[in-house]
């Protein structure tokens, strides 16, 4: 089953708190996890990205918390801004089918003042 | 530099017509992706080329639908007789990557309304 299951739907964070967003798979063939950002009326944009061979991965105040066995990946954005409220998704591209991305339903964020 | 773009940003027509969806990919990128957008939704891949060759086309909802990548850069996805099911958000993504591994860039997408 290739899929990408995602939660929660929405959040609301208040200006300079933890963002947390998660993401569990099934598919083992999985071997890349990227996480896209989407403002409205734009593309997805890549954010960052994780490959299962490490655990955390960290870029600025993002954050990917892997866990292969559990199958299960998060990002957490610290010090979450305004500037931040956009729709988050995570991602997962299954081993040799090139970069196909199975997208999670999303996650709706807002951050406020 | 330019990014991807797609034309038209706003399509409507009329059920059973055909229409034709362009996706012109970053410059030099080798990999190109079709994926439709439903309002809420993440992307749901339909298709993707390497060069001009069709890699995986398991995405694509049925036989209506066809894509096209004829010189290895621009590409067309055409959907033939159309329903009111088909009306979504269609994006086109493009790699410099072969291997699918590094970032895919989105265009604005084609706004799709079938009445």
């Known amino acids: 089953q290739q899929q990408v299951k995602q939660s929660p739907q929405s959040l609301i964070v208040q200006k300079g708190g933890i963002s947390i967003i998660n993401c569990a798979y099934e598919?083992?063939?999985?071997?890349?996890f990227p996480w896209y950002q989407q403002f409205p009326g734009k593309g997805p944009a890549l954010l960052i990205a994780?490959?299962?061979?490490?655990s955390e991965k960290k870029e600025g105040r993002f954050t990917i918390s892997f866990n292969k066995s559990a199958k299960q990946f998060s990002l957490h954005i610290m010090d979450s801004q305004p500037g931040d409220s956009a729709t988050y998704f995570c991602?997962?591209?299954?081993?040799?089918?090139?970069?196909?991305?199975?997208f999670g339903q999303g996650t709706e964020l807002s951050v406020k003042p | 530099g330019a990014g991807v773009s797609q034309s038209p940003r706003y399509k409507v027509t009329k059920r059973g017509q055909d229409v034709a969806l362009r996706c012109d990919p970053i410059?030099?990128?080798?990999?190109l992706y079709w994926y439709r957008q439903a309002l809420g939704q993440g992307p749901e891949f339909l298709t993707y080329?390497?060069?001009?060759?069709?890699?995986?086309k398991s995405g694509l909802p049925n036989d209506r639908f066809s894509a096209e990548r004829p010189e290895g850069s621009i590409s067309t996805l055409t959907i033939q007789r159309t329903e009111q099911r088909d009306s979504a958000m269609y994006r086109c993504?493009?790699?410099?990557?072969?291997?699918?591994?590094?970032?895919?860039?989105f265009g604005p997408g084609t706004r799709l309304l079938v009445l």
């Open positions: 993504a493009s790699s410099a990557d072969l291997a699918g591994r590094e970032t895919q860039y």
């Open positions: 598919n083992t063939a999985f071997d890349y």
């Open positions: 994780i490959r299962p061979d490490v």
């Open positions: 991602a997962a591209t299954p081993y040799n089918q090139g970069g196909k991305l199975i």
């Open positions: 410059s030099g990128h080798v990999s």
């Open positions: 080329f390497n060069y001009e060759a069709q890699q995986d």
